[in-house]
Protein backbone atom coordinates (compact mmCIF):
# COMPACT_ATOMS: atom_id res chain seq x y z
CA UNK A 1 0.00 0.00 0.00
CA UNK A 2 1.60 3.46 -0.70
CA UNK A 3 2.52 5.65 2.07
CA UNK A 4 -0.44 8.13 1.04
CA UNK A 5 -3.23 5.44 0.85
CA UNK A 6 -2.01 4.31 4.46
CA UNK A 7 -2.54 7.50 5.80
CA UNK A 8 -5.72 7.77 4.48
CA UNK A 9 -7.12 5.00 5.52
CA UNK A 10 -5.28 6.06 9.20
CA UNK A 11 -7.43 8.74 9.52
CA UNK A 12 -10.36 6.81 7.94
CA UNK A 13 -9.96 4.39 10.90
CA UNK A 14 -9.84 7.09 13.83
CA UNK A 15 -12.31 9.23 12.69
CA UNK A 16 -14.57 6.06 13.47
CA UNK A 17 -13.18 5.97 16.77
CA UNK A 18 -13.31 9.71 17.31
CA UNK A 19 -17.01 9.56 16.73
CA UNK A 20 -17.81 7.11 19.75
CA UNK A 21 -15.49 9.15 22.01
CA UNK A 22 -17.95 12.15 23.36
CA UNK A 23 -20.31 8.43 23.70
CA UNK A 24 -18.22 7.10 25.86
CA UNK A 25 -16.59 10.25 27.92
CA UNK A 26 -19.94 11.07 29.29
CA UNK A 27 -19.64 8.08 31.31
CA UNK A 28 -16.96 10.47 33.09
CA UNK A 29 -19.68 12.91 34.01
CA UNK A 30 -20.74 14.02 37.68
CA UNK A 31 -19.57 13.35 41.06
CA UNK A 32 -16.76 10.75 40.43
CA UNK A 33 -15.53 13.03 37.33
CA UNK A 34 -11.79 13.30 39.17
CA UNK A 35 -11.37 10.08 39.97
CA UNK A 36 -13.04 8.91 36.11
CA UNK A 37 -9.83 11.04 34.87
CA UNK A 38 -7.09 10.22 37.20
CA UNK A 39 -7.90 5.83 36.42
CA UNK A 40 -7.79 6.87 32.77
CA UNK A 41 -4.90 9.09 32.95
CA UNK A 42 -2.52 6.65 34.59
CA UNK A 43 -3.93 3.80 32.10
CA UNK A 44 -2.85 6.02 29.59
CA UNK A 45 0.86 6.59 30.87
CA UNK A 46 1.13 2.72 31.52
CA UNK A 47 0.20 2.14 27.85
CA UNK A 48 2.61 4.90 26.19
CA UNK A 49 5.88 3.12 28.25
CA UNK A 50 4.93 0.20 26.70
CA UNK A 51 4.53 2.08 23.32
CA UNK A 52 8.05 4.25 23.96
CA UNK A 53 9.55 0.58 24.74
CA UNK A 54 7.83 -0.87 21.49
CA UNK A 55 9.31 1.94 19.60
CA UNK A 56 12.48 1.88 20.85
CA UNK A 57 12.23 5.62 22.12
CA UNK A 58 13.25 5.51 25.90
CA UNK A 59 16.57 7.37 25.00
CA UNK A 60 14.29 10.02 23.35
CA UNK A 61 12.63 10.51 26.65
CA UNK A 62 15.46 10.72 28.60
CA UNK A 63 16.83 13.31 26.21
CA UNK A 64 13.71 15.47 26.26
CA UNK A 65 13.84 15.11 30.30
CA UNK A 66 17.32 16.97 30.16
CA UNK A 67 16.30 19.54 27.99
CA UNK A 68 13.89 21.78 29.84
CA UNK A 69 12.26 23.43 26.26
CA UNK A 70 11.28 20.06 25.28
CA UNK A 71 10.12 19.29 27.99
CA UNK A 72 7.85 21.94 28.25
CA UNK A 73 7.21 21.65 24.57
CA UNK A 74 5.75 17.78 25.52
CA UNK A 75 3.70 18.69 28.70
CA UNK A 76 1.86 21.79 27.00
CA UNK A 77 1.11 19.30 23.63
CA UNK A 78 -0.45 17.15 26.21
CA UNK A 79 -2.52 19.68 27.67
CA UNK A 80 -3.82 20.92 24.07
CA UNK A 81 -4.55 17.51 22.73
CA UNK A 82 -6.09 16.11 25.76
CA UNK A 83 -7.53 18.72 27.66
CA UNK A 84 -10.57 20.10 24.83
CA UNK A 85 -11.43 16.38 23.63
CA UNK A 86 -11.71 14.45 27.02
CA UNK A 87 -11.76 17.02 30.14
CA UNK A 88 -13.79 19.45 28.68
CA UNK A 89 -16.09 17.27 26.43
CA UNK A 90 -17.18 15.25 29.63
CA UNK A 91 -17.37 18.56 31.95
CA UNK A 92 -19.42 20.01 28.73
CA UNK A 93 -21.78 16.84 28.67
CA UNK A 94 -23.05 17.89 32.21
CA UNK A 95 -25.26 20.22 30.65
CA UNK A 96 -25.57 19.25 27.07
CA UNK A 97 -25.66 16.65 24.59
CA UNK A 98 -23.17 14.49 23.58
CA UNK A 99 -24.24 15.28 19.82
CA UNK A 100 -23.92 19.00 20.22
CA UNK A 101 -20.55 18.53 22.04
CA UNK A 102 -19.30 16.96 18.91
CA UNK A 103 -20.55 18.90 16.44
CA UNK A 104 -19.12 21.78 17.69
CA UNK A 105 -15.26 20.47 18.51
CA UNK A 106 -15.66 19.05 15.08
CA UNK A 107 -15.64 22.60 14.02
CA UNK A 108 -11.55 22.97 15.00
CA UNK A 109 -10.58 21.96 11.27
CA UNK A 110 -12.46 25.19 10.24
CA UNK A 111 -11.19 27.11 12.88
CA UNK A 112 -7.22 25.97 12.40
CA UNK A 113 -7.48 27.84 9.31
CA UNK A 114 -6.67 30.66 11.67
CA UNK A 115 -3.42 29.48 13.11
CA UNK A 116 -2.04 28.34 9.87
CA UNK A 117 -0.16 31.54 8.53
CA UNK A 118 1.21 32.24 12.03
CA UNK A 119 2.47 28.57 13.21
CA UNK A 120 2.71 26.21 10.24
CA UNK A 121 3.84 29.29 8.11
CA UNK A 122 1.07 28.25 5.37
CA UNK A 123 -0.45 30.67 2.92
CA UNK A 124 -4.74 30.82 3.29
CA UNK A 125 -6.23 31.16 0.43
CA UNK A 126 -9.58 32.86 -1.01
CA UNK A 127 -11.31 29.11 -0.77
CA UNK A 128 -9.97 28.47 3.27
CA UNK A 129 -11.21 31.62 4.14
CA UNK A 130 -14.86 31.13 2.56
CA UNK A 131 -14.75 27.48 4.62
CA UNK A 132 -13.78 29.68 7.63
CA UNK A 133 -16.61 31.66 7.49
CA UNK A 134 -19.08 28.80 7.50
CA UNK A 135 -17.12 27.54 10.57
CA UNK A 136 -18.09 30.56 12.19
CA UNK A 137 -22.13 30.54 11.25
CA UNK A 138 -22.03 26.94 12.53
CA UNK A 139 -20.49 28.06 15.91
CA UNK A 140 -22.61 30.95 16.06
CA UNK A 141 -25.95 28.51 15.13
CA UNK A 142 -24.47 26.17 18.19
CA UNK A 143 -24.49 29.12 20.58
CA UNK A 144 -27.99 30.43 19.72
CA UNK A 145 -29.61 27.45 19.58
CA UNK A 146 -30.28 26.86 15.85
CA UNK A 147 -31.62 30.55 16.29
CA UNK A 148 -30.12 33.21 14.08
CA UNK A 149 -32.14 36.22 15.60
CA UNK A 150 -30.46 35.87 19.18
CA UNK A 151 -27.50 34.59 20.46
CA UNK A 152 -29.26 34.83 24.13
CA UNK A 153 -32.00 32.84 23.82
CA UNK A 154 -29.64 29.52 24.20
CA UNK A 155 -30.04 29.11 27.80
CA UNK A 156 -26.63 26.59 27.18
CA UNK A 157 -24.97 29.43 25.51
CA UNK A 158 -21.95 30.03 28.07
CA UNK A 159 -21.40 26.26 27.61
CA UNK A 160 -21.77 26.15 23.90
CA UNK A 161 -18.86 29.02 23.82
CA UNK A 162 -16.75 26.87 26.24
CA UNK A 163 -16.86 24.32 23.35
CA UNK A 164 -16.01 26.53 20.82
CA UNK A 165 -12.88 27.94 22.92
CA UNK A 166 -11.68 24.25 23.34
CA UNK A 167 -12.31 23.58 19.88
CA UNK A 168 -10.08 26.25 18.95
CA UNK A 169 -7.52 24.93 21.47
CA UNK A 170 -8.23 21.36 19.82
CA UNK A 171 -7.14 22.91 16.45
CA UNK A 172 -4.04 24.40 17.72
CA UNK A 173 -2.99 21.18 19.23
CA UNK A 174 -3.14 19.68 15.40
CA UNK A 175 -1.00 22.93 14.57
CA UNK A 176 1.50 22.01 17.12
CA UNK A 177 2.05 18.34 16.19
CA UNK A 178 2.81 19.21 12.71
CA UNK A 179 5.09 21.52 14.00
CA UNK A 180 6.97 19.52 16.61
CA UNK A 181 8.44 16.10 15.31
CA UNK A 182 8.42 14.70 18.67
CA UNK A 183 7.82 10.60 18.39
CA UNK A 184 3.79 9.67 18.70
CA UNK A 185 4.93 7.39 21.49
CA UNK A 186 6.90 10.43 23.27
CA UNK A 187 4.53 12.61 22.82
CA UNK A 188 1.41 10.21 24.12
CA UNK A 189 3.64 9.68 27.43
CA UNK A 190 4.16 13.22 28.32
CA UNK A 191 0.27 13.94 27.56
CA UNK A 192 -0.63 11.42 29.98
CA UNK A 193 1.60 12.39 32.36
CA UNK A 194 0.81 16.73 32.33
CA UNK A 195 -2.82 15.51 32.52
CA UNK A 196 -2.97 13.05 35.76
CA UNK A 197 -0.67 16.47 37.12
CA UNK A 198 -3.46 18.87 35.92
CA UNK A 199 -6.38 16.93 37.04
CA UNK A 200 -4.24 16.44 40.16
CA UNK A 201 -4.05 20.39 40.11
CA UNK A 202 -7.80 21.09 39.79
CA UNK A 203 -9.11 18.98 42.25
CA UNK A 204 -7.00 20.40 44.42
CA UNK A 205 -7.66 23.82 43.82
CA UNK A 206 -11.80 23.63 43.10
CA UNK A 207 -11.84 21.31 46.15
CA UNK A 208 -13.88 18.95 44.84
CA UNK A 209 -12.18 15.87 45.42
CA UNK A 210 -12.37 12.45 45.04
CA UNK A 211 -15.21 9.97 44.73
CA UNK A 212 -15.82 6.06 44.20
CA UNK A 213 -16.74 5.17 40.79
CA UNK A 214 -18.43 2.24 39.66
CA UNK A 215 -16.37 -0.63 38.30
CA UNK A 216 -18.02 -0.06 34.76
CA UNK A 217 -16.92 3.10 34.58
CA UNK A 218 -13.73 2.45 35.72
CA UNK A 219 -13.36 0.12 33.22
CA UNK A 220 -14.23 2.26 30.54
CA UNK A 221 -11.72 4.94 31.92
CA UNK A 222 -8.51 2.09 31.59
CA UNK A 223 -10.68 1.40 27.80
CA UNK A 224 -9.79 5.36 26.97
CA UNK A 225 -6.76 5.32 28.47
CA UNK A 226 -5.09 2.74 26.68
CA UNK A 227 -7.23 2.95 23.20
CA UNK A 228 -7.95 6.37 22.39
CA UNK A 229 -4.93 7.96 24.31
CA UNK A 230 -2.31 5.89 22.78
CA UNK A 231 -3.58 3.58 19.84
CA UNK A 232 -6.33 5.99 18.09
CA UNK A 233 -4.46 9.51 18.74
CA UNK A 234 -0.82 8.44 17.49
CA UNK A 235 -2.30 6.56 14.51
CA UNK A 236 -4.46 10.17 13.73
CA UNK A 237 -1.62 12.31 14.46
CA UNK A 238 0.94 10.30 12.69
CA UNK A 239 -1.31 10.76 9.27
CA UNK A 240 -2.17 14.34 10.10
CA UNK A 241 1.73 15.24 10.17
CA UNK A 242 1.87 13.55 6.57
CA UNK A 243 -1.10 15.33 4.65
CA UNK A 244 -2.09 18.83 4.58
CA UNK A 245 -3.19 20.26 7.84
CA UNK A 246 -6.42 21.08 6.54
CA UNK A 247 -7.44 17.94 4.81
CA UNK A 248 -6.52 15.87 7.85
CA UNK A 249 -8.90 17.92 10.75
CA UNK A 250 -11.75 17.90 7.93
CA UNK A 251 -11.53 14.17 7.82
CA UNK A 252 -12.21 13.97 11.31
CA UNK A 253 -15.22 16.34 10.81
CA UNK A 254 -17.40 13.80 9.32
CA UNK A 255 -16.70 12.01 13.00
CA UNK A 256 -20.26 14.01 14.54
CA UNK A 257 -22.65 12.28 11.55
CA UNK A 258 -21.07 9.16 13.31
CA UNK A 259 -21.86 10.43 16.57
CA UNK A 260 -25.48 11.52 16.32
CA UNK A 261 -26.37 8.06 15.66
CA UNK A 262 -24.34 6.28 18.52
CA UNK A 263 -25.95 9.35 20.90
CA UNK A 264 -29.67 8.29 19.37
CA UNK A 265 -29.20 4.37 20.23
CA UNK A 266 -26.63 4.39 23.21
CA UNK A 267 -27.63 7.63 25.43
CA UNK A 268 -31.09 8.25 23.62
CA UNK A 269 -30.34 12.25 23.05
CA UNK A 270 -32.20 13.75 20.42
CA UNK A 271 -30.68 15.10 17.25
CA UNK A 272 -31.75 19.02 16.74
CA UNK A 273 -32.03 19.94 13.01
CA UNK A 274 -29.32 23.15 13.67
CA UNK A 275 -26.96 19.87 14.82
CA UNK A 276 -27.34 18.79 11.09
CA UNK A 277 -27.27 22.15 9.71
CA UNK A 278 -23.91 22.98 11.40
CA UNK A 279 -22.18 19.45 10.51
CA UNK A 280 -23.17 20.56 6.76
CA UNK A 281 -21.43 23.42 6.86
CA UNK A 282 -18.03 21.61 7.87
CA UNK A 283 -18.57 19.16 5.31
CA UNK A 284 -18.98 22.17 2.62
CA UNK A 285 -16.05 23.95 3.65
CA UNK A 286 -14.02 20.39 3.30
CA UNK A 287 -15.90 20.15 0.04
CA UNK A 288 -14.80 23.97 -0.95
CA UNK A 289 -11.24 23.29 0.19
CA UNK A 290 -10.91 20.42 -2.25
CA UNK A 291 -11.26 22.90 -5.27
CA UNK A 292 -7.97 24.67 -3.43
CA UNK A 293 -4.61 24.61 -4.89
CA UNK A 294 -2.72 27.56 -3.16
CA UNK A 295 -3.87 26.89 0.25
CA UNK A 296 -1.26 25.17 2.29
CA UNK A 297 1.67 26.37 0.30
CA UNK A 298 4.66 27.72 2.35
CA UNK A 299 4.64 31.05 2.85
CA UNK A 300 7.91 32.59 2.80
CA UNK A 301 9.51 35.06 5.07
CA UNK A 302 12.34 36.04 2.70
CA UNK A 303 12.41 36.15 -0.68
CA UNK A 304 8.41 36.11 -0.78
CA UNK A 305 8.20 36.96 -4.72
CA UNK A 306 10.68 34.72 -6.18
CA UNK A 307 9.68 31.81 -3.52
CA UNK A 308 5.97 32.49 -3.42
CA UNK A 309 5.46 32.09 -7.00
CA UNK A 310 6.74 28.82 -7.16
CA UNK A 311 4.38 26.61 -5.07
CA UNK A 312 6.76 25.59 -2.29
CA UNK A 313 5.44 22.80 0.29
CA UNK A 314 6.47 22.06 3.84
CA UNK A 315 5.97 18.52 3.51
CA UNK A 316 8.69 17.36 6.41
CA UNK A 317 5.49 15.09 8.37
CA UNK A 318 6.29 12.95 5.24
CA UNK A 319 9.28 12.27 6.48
CA UNK A 320 8.77 11.54 10.24
CA UNK A 321 10.49 8.14 10.81
CA UNK A 322 12.29 8.53 7.57
CA UNK A 323 14.91 5.73 7.10
CA UNK A 324 17.12 8.27 5.17
CA UNK A 325 19.96 9.08 7.69
CA UNK A 326 20.21 12.71 6.28
CA UNK A 327 16.74 13.85 6.27
CA UNK A 328 16.27 12.10 9.45
CA UNK A 329 18.95 14.04 11.18
CA UNK A 330 17.37 17.14 10.25
CA UNK A 331 13.96 16.83 11.20
CA UNK A 332 15.45 15.79 14.95
CA UNK A 333 18.03 18.78 15.15
CA UNK A 334 14.57 21.03 14.32
CA UNK A 335 14.45 21.53 10.58
CA UNK A 336 12.36 20.93 7.70
CA UNK A 337 12.13 19.47 4.52
CA UNK A 338 10.69 21.97 1.74
CA UNK A 339 9.67 20.76 -2.09
CA UNK A 340 8.79 22.18 -5.43
CA UNK A 341 7.53 20.32 -8.62
CA UNK A 342 9.83 22.11 -11.55
CA UNK A 343 10.37 20.82 -15.10
CA UNK A 344 12.80 18.19 -16.19
CA UNK A 345 14.42 20.58 -18.84
CA UNK A 346 15.52 22.25 -15.33
CA UNK A 347 17.01 19.16 -13.86
CA UNK A 348 20.72 21.03 -14.65
CA UNK A 349 20.51 23.56 -11.96
CA UNK A 350 19.87 20.91 -9.64
CA UNK A 351 22.99 19.32 -10.18
CA UNK A 352 25.03 22.29 -10.77
CA UNK A 353 23.94 23.18 -7.29
CA UNK A 354 24.83 20.17 -5.19
CA UNK A 355 28.15 19.95 -7.24
CA UNK A 356 28.61 23.51 -6.09
CA UNK A 357 28.19 22.02 -2.56
CA UNK A 358 24.38 22.71 -1.52
CA UNK A 359 23.80 19.68 0.99
CA UNK A 360 19.92 18.44 1.78
CA UNK A 361 19.34 18.43 -1.79
CA UNK A 362 16.87 15.51 -2.62
CA UNK A 363 15.08 14.68 -6.00
CA UNK A 364 12.22 11.85 -6.72
CA UNK A 365 14.84 9.70 -8.00
CA UNK A 366 16.45 9.25 -4.96
CA UNK A 367 16.23 5.29 -3.74
CA UNK A 368 16.08 5.55 -0.15
CA UNK A 369 12.89 8.23 -0.19
CA UNK A 370 11.00 6.13 -2.86
CA UNK A 371 8.08 5.67 -0.95
CA UNK A 372 8.04 9.16 0.21
CA UNK A 373 8.72 11.17 -2.68
CA UNK A 374 5.87 9.37 -4.36
CA UNK A 375 3.67 10.81 -1.76
CA UNK A 376 5.76 14.07 -2.07
CA UNK A 377 4.47 13.67 -6.34
CA UNK A 378 1.10 13.18 -4.88
CA UNK A 379 0.91 16.54 -2.55
CA UNK A 380 2.73 18.62 -4.95
CA UNK A 381 0.49 17.24 -8.19
CA UNK A 382 3.87 16.67 -10.34
CA UNK A 383 2.94 15.75 -13.75
CA UNK A 384 4.68 14.04 -16.67
CA UNK A 385 7.68 16.40 -17.64
CA UNK A 386 8.10 17.53 -14.34
CA UNK A 387 10.14 16.17 -11.30
CA UNK A 388 9.97 17.04 -7.62
CA UNK A 389 13.12 18.67 -5.74
CA UNK A 390 13.37 18.81 -1.70
CA UNK A 391 15.28 21.02 0.41
CA UNK A 392 16.12 19.33 3.81
CA UNK A 393 17.18 22.05 6.40
CA UNK A 394 16.63 24.87 7.93
CA UNK A 395 13.79 27.23 6.83
CA UNK A 396 16.03 30.18 5.88
CA UNK A 397 18.47 28.03 3.99
CA UNK A 398 15.23 26.38 1.91
CA UNK A 399 14.08 29.93 1.23
CA UNK A 400 17.18 30.70 0.10
CA UNK A 401 18.34 27.60 -1.98
CA UNK A 402 14.98 27.94 -3.83
CA UNK A 403 15.23 31.84 -4.16
CA UNK A 404 18.92 30.60 -6.15
CA UNK A 405 16.67 28.07 -8.06
CA UNK A 406 14.06 30.04 -8.88
CA UNK A 407 16.76 32.66 -10.69
CA UNK A 408 18.86 29.99 -12.11
CA UNK A 409 15.60 28.88 -14.05
CA UNK A 410 14.63 32.16 -15.09
CA UNK A 411 17.57 33.77 -15.73
Not at 71 to 84: C, Q, R, Y
Amino acid sequence: MKLKDKAYAMLAFSTVGAAMQPILMSFGRGTGMNSFFVVLYISAIIASLGFVGYRKKFADVSAALRDWKSLLILLALGVVLFLPTEYGVTYAENFVGASLVAVMLRTSPLLMLILLPTVLKERLSKHQMVALGLGFIGVYLAVSGGNLLGIFSNSSAGIVMLLALLAFVYAFSIILVKKYMFDMSVIMLFAGISMLLLVLAISAVSGTGFHAISAGQAAIAVFIGIFYNVINYSIYYHAARQVKATMASNILSLSPFLTFVFAGVILNQPVYPYYIIIALLSVAGIIIQSFDRTGGTYNPTNHKESVGRMAVFDVTGIFAGSGEAGINATINNGGRVLAVKINKEHAQHIDAMMMEGSSGIYTDAHEAIKEESQFVNDVLGTKDGEFAVMKAGRLEDGEKFFDDLYGRINQ
